[in-house]
């Protein structure tokens, strides 16, 4: 199936650096969801844009919705050994059959002490 | 609370078993779900069911058979799997569809059941 454009595809950081991942998708979506994967767990929702060019803050994590409805980003700052995971943008569409989850290739974030 | 719960855990089954996996929700919400994800790659949508009818199918083989006995549960029915339908298998539920109502969309995840077919 479609799946968006999601960089970058991993990234090894120091402990307190910021961090910054972004998704591109060539269909305009209404909402977009950031979520948060630890291995062998379910995703977990961190931050859900419900407008363009909204921007929400949730603790350390900014995301926001761009102003084209085509991509959003998600920014982290200082990073600690439990931001460890692989991150998913998602964008929601609505269909005939109901709503849609098309999501990105996924961010694996490695965090070095 | 925005909790979903999905059991067992984990299950291991041979080709020829008959199992299901469980999924239940009480948040109230109308719109549940059914994905399957490989290792390191995004969640698939398989079924989705909206006020308890099935309304999306994406052609997902017959050895998959959703069931939703009422709003608060969706069953997923295995019968005759391959080797290749080992995943994890991940139940959401979501408010309402959009356009109904006004509701959110918000596709809230449970924690998964690790299939490992033989």
């Known amino acids: 199936g479609q799946q968006l454009n999601q960089s970058p595809q991993s990234m090894f950081i120091q402990e307190g650096e910021d961090v910054s991942m972004n998704c591109t998708s060539s269909?305009?979506?209404?909402?977009w969801l950031w979520y948060k994967q630890d291995p062998g767990e379910g995703p977990v929702l961190l931050i859900a844009?419900?407008?363009?060019?909204e921007l929400t803050s949730n603790g350390r994590l900014t995301a926001q919705f761009g102003i084209t409805r085509k991509d959003s980003f998600l920014n982290i700052s200082a990073s600690i050994p439990s931001d460890v995971g692989i991150y998913f943008c998602?964008?929601?569409?609505?269909?005939?059959?109901?709503?849609?989850?098309?999501f990105g290739t996924g961010t694996q974030l490695k965090v070095e002490l | 609370d925005t909790e979903v719960t999905q059991t067992p855990k984990h299950l291991v089954m041979g080709m020829t078993n008959k199992k299901s996996l469980k999924c239940e929700q009480h948040?109230?919400?109308?719109?549940m779900y059914w994905y399957k994800q490989k290792a390191k790659k995004p969640p698939e949508l398989m079924f989705v069911?909206?006020?308890?009818?099935?309304?999306i199918n994406e052609s997902v083989p017959s050895r998959f058979s959703p069931e939703c006995p009422n709003s608060s549960l969706l069953n997923l029915h295995l019968h005759a799997l391959q080797p290749e339908d080992s995943a994890l298998y991940l139940c959401?539920?979501?408010?309402?569809?959009?356009?109904?109502?006004?509701?959110?969309?918000?596709?809230?995840f449970g924690p998964g059941t690790r299939l490992t077919v033989l």
């Open positions: 069911y909206s006020y308890e009818k099935l309304s």
């Open positions: 959401a539920s979501s408010q309402l569809p959009r356009g109904l109502a006004g509701g959110t969309d918000t596709q809230y």
């Open positions: 269909s305009i979506f209404n909402t």
């Open positions: 998602a964008g929601l569409g609505v269909t005939g059959g109901g709503n849609k989850l098309t």
């Open positions: 844009l419900y407008k363009a060019g």
């Open positions: 948040m109230g919400h109308r719109a």
